[in-house]
């Protein structure tokens, strides 16, 4: 079972303001902003992405993508679903590790801390989403990003450590 | 050093003594808050106060800074190497460190962290613009969710995202992109309403 919600972001940078002073305290604000140490008995995280195709025109579902449809086919309808690329890369902590999507655009992510409560990665779907996420070892996160080939380019990520 | 009854130096090396009301009035303006009698009195003052005018020109000045650095951020030829520093600065958490920053400026110098924007330290504002759009590309993220759920913070660029979070018992996180069209949701019979 899972919880639903729903919502709209949005992009933007806020103005910056009340700058005149901040040169004053510069180091503190630096060092506030400097990145946490890593968890230094991990060496790297192992990161499976696997890149499908979903649509809801009559198919197959590709065996190597059994997985993401135990979990998707619950909760989104389709009726065939392709993979298209799989990967298993290692990432280093803040190494930001790229990939092309077969859609021209590009996945992006980076592990910027690993703790008790699982991995931060900063995840960029170009064109489609940006997005922080807490993954525990072994959970799935499944995007799904833009339309593609009269159906949906389907992304999951899966880090093991 | 009190902003209150501050002495500025106009373009001609006089003093002239700014008040926090004259302050508040010059932002108000700066920002397109003023209106009928009160735009026209302090428009008559700034024709009369050089250092007031300089006050003004500094903080349009500083305002281009800010949008420089801005629409750099979205040049495409410096998104790869900072490529996913982005995502760390939500907006809520850009907005916690300008209170923050407003905080401490406050702390400093005992007044409204936006009055200090009027100081006339051109160099050094420009330097502080940007040693905060360093800070923003190295912070690192970690909300303090007290839930715990796996997406801490995202931006779709303005589109819907439908995010399925897990309970603990599945083991999947879904964030679904909301396209209005084909192959998902309730409008194919799936069990989301996602149109």
Known sequence: MMSHKRFETRSGVTGVRGLGLLAG???????????????????????????????DQPGRIDPRG???????????????????QTHQMKLGLNEVRSLSLPNSRSLRVRATDIGERGVLLNVDVEGSVQTDLRVKNGHLVVFGTEPYDNGKLVISLEPTW | M?????????GFGRAEAFDEKSE????????????????????RRLESSPALT?????????????????SAVATPDLWDPIALRLPAEDARKTQEREQSARGWLS???GVDGRMALARPLGAVAVAAVAALAVARWWAVPEPSFAQGGVVRWMD???????????????????????????????SLGGSNDVA
Not at chain 1, 29 to 44: C, D, E, K, S
Not at chain 1, 66 to 84: E, G, N
């Open chain 1, 25 to 55: 305290f510069l180091p503190v604000f630096l060092a506030g902003a400097a990145p946490a140490p890593a968890a230094a008995q991990v060496q790297g995280i192992g990161l499976g992405v696997v890149v499908s195709h979903i649509s």
């Open chain 1, 66 to 84: 059994q997985r993401i449809h135990q979990k998707l086919s619950a909760q989104i309808r389709y009726q065939s679903l392709s993979v298209l």
């Open chain 2, 2 to 10: 009190s902003e209150r009854g501050d002495n500025r130096f106009d």
């Open chain 2, 24 to 43: 508040q009035l010059l932002h108000a303006y700066h920002d397109g808050e003023l209106q009928g009698r009160a735009l026209r009195r302090f428009e």
């Open chain 2, 54 to 70: 300089k006050e003004l020109e500094l903080l349009r000045s500083m305002g281009d800074v800010a949008r420089e650095l801005d």
């Open chain 2, 107 to 109: 702390w400093l110098t």
């Open chain 2, 156 to 186: 779709s660029g303005g589109r819907n995202v439908m995010v399925l979070e897990d309970d603990g018992a599945s083991g999947t996180t879904v964030i679904w992109l909301l396209d209005g069209g084909s192959a998902e949701g309730a």
